[in-house]
Structures are given as structure tokens and as C-alpha cells.
């Protein structure tokens, strides 16, 4: 085979690796957008419900006020002071956002989809919190345990440890008041919410389902090669 044949050869060896590798690269996403899907597929659906499985229950809630010294609340009173709040806004925001379409009838989706993001934030906030609580809940009972395992050899306990589990405890207790504080607060949001719409709030989940004319439309357009 001559040196012109080889060459050529060669040459088309090495197009044919760098297309290859060129679909490849394409079909592939970047990391950070991979990272970012898998993120969210791992992400917990925030809800109310989620966040009350992880606050203080009632009686706890008794307890942690009367060990602690912590300033107590009204769970009920605070939801209702969060209805009426979240009712005035929206009924103040409803000349602007509810509007009325060419043939008189009134279209209230963008008060819909404000209210529906007010809820989200007051849900998120109180679960952000409740999350918060329970990882430190989690902390203070390793710490505890810690201490009680090595108080036999000091009393003291070790590097001081008697008085680290000791402010683990009240942080944790802290963080449980106010989360479910926030929690009794979106409560309220959430009963608002459902007075002025009329149907129960629903956490925003993004749909990537396509109707049957889009996926014929996409197929089409594969067909023809754009």
C-alpha cells in the first residue's frame, strides 16, 4: 500500500473517531446539569405534612417549654393570625392580578399563581425549619450519649463534653419551638389559601409530560432532520 494510501487511510480513521466522539460528547450533559437533575430527583417533596413528621409533637412541645424556660405559644392562634394576614394580602392584590377577558368573564390565574407561591414559601420556611430541628435533635443525642458513656471514668466528662451535649440539648429544643411555630404559621397560610381558590394547596411540581400533537410534532421533526 503506498504512503498516499496509508495517509488517506489514516486521515479518514481519525474523522470517523472525532465525529464519533463528537455525538458522544453531545448526547452527554454537562456535569453540573447532571448534578442538578439527580438533585432534584433526590429532593423531597416539600409539604406540610413532611414538616409536622418532624417537629415536636404536642405533649413534647409541653415538656420542652417547661425544662427549658422557653416562651410557649398558641399553635391555633398563630395559624388564624397567619390566615387573616395572608387574606389581606390577597384580597388586596385581587383588583390587580384577577382580570376580566374580552367576553366578561374573569380570569383569577394570576392571583392563583401568586397565592400558590406565598403558600410554597410559608410551607418551605416551616420545613426548612423542621429539618433543621431534627438534625440538631439527632446532634444532641449523640452528644448525650457520648457523655454517658464516658461519665463513669469523669465526671466532668471528657474535653469538656458534659457542657457541649448540655447546650446541643437546649439548641435543639430551640430550633423545636420554632419550627413548629412556623409550622402552626403555614398552617394558616395553607387555610387562606384554600378559602380564596377554593381547592387545597398543592406543592408546584414541574410536568415534562407531552401532549400526543407534541411527541407526533418532535417525531416529525426528527423525520426531517431539525
Known amino acids: 500500500?503506498?504512503?498516499?494510501?496509508?495517509?488517506?487511510?489514516?486521515?479518514?480513521?481519525?474523522?470517523?473517531?472525532?465525529?464519533?466522539?463528537?455525538k458522544a460528547k453531545a448526547g452527554q450533559k454537562a456535569p453540573a446539569a447532571r448534578r442538578f437533575e439527580e438533585a432534584a430527583r433526590r429532593a423531597p417533596v416539600i409539604t406540610i405534612e413532611a414538616a409536622e413528621a418532624l417537629i415536636p409533637v404536642p405533649d413534647q412541645i409541653t415538656k420542652i417549654v417547661s425544662h427549658f424556660g422557653l416562651e410557649d405559644?398558641?399553635?391555633?392562634?398563630?395559624?388564624?393570625?397567619?390566615?387573616?394576614?395572608?387574606t389581606v394580602i390577597a384580597r388586596s392584590l385581587s383588583p390587580v392580578l384577577v382580570v376580566t377577558t374580552w367576553n366578561g368573564e374573569q380570569n383569577d390565574k394570576g392571583l392563583?399563581?401568586?397565592?400558590?407561591?406565598?403558600?410554597?414559601?410559608?410551607?418551605?420556611?416551616?420545613?426548612?425549619?423542621?429539618?433543621?430541628?431534627?438534625?440538631k435533635r439527632a446532634q444532641a443525642r449523640e452528644l448525650s450519649s457520648q457523655f454517658n458513656e464516658y461519665r463513669e471514668e469523669d465526671r466532668m466528662g471528657v474535653d469538656g463534653l458534659e457542657n457541649r451535649a448540655a447546650n446541643a440539648?437546649?439548641?435543639a429544643a430551640e430550633q423545636g419551638i420554632k419550627a413548629a411555630a412556623l409550622v402552626?404559621?403555614?398552617?394558616?397560610?395553607?387555610?387562606?389559601?384554600?378559602?380564596?381558590?377554593?381547592?387545597?394547596?398543592k406543592p408546584y411540581t414541574a410536568s415534562n409530560a407531552r401532549t400526543i400533537d407534541q411527541r407526533a410534532a418532535a417525531a416529525e421533526m426528527d423525520a426531517l432532520g431539525f
Open 169 to 171: 440539648r437546649r439548641f
Open 112 to 135: 392563583e399563581m401568586h397565592l400558590q407561591r406565598m403558600a410554597g414559601a410559608a410551607v418551605a420556611s416551616a420545613f426548612g425549619a423542621a429539618q433543621f430541628y431534627d438534625a
Open 184 to 201: 402552626a404559621s403555614a398552617r394558616g397560610a395553607l387555610a387562606a389559601y384554600e378559602d380564596m381558590i377554593g381547592t387545597p394547596w
Open 1 to 22: 500500500m503506498s504512503n498516499a494510501t496509508n495517509t488517506m487511510t489514516a486521515a479518514l480513521a481519525s474523522a470517523q473517531e472525532k465525529k464519533a466522539a463528537s
Open 73 to 86: 405559644f398558641d399553635a391555633d392562634a398563630l395559624a388564624e393570625t397567619a390566615r387573616q394576614a395572608f
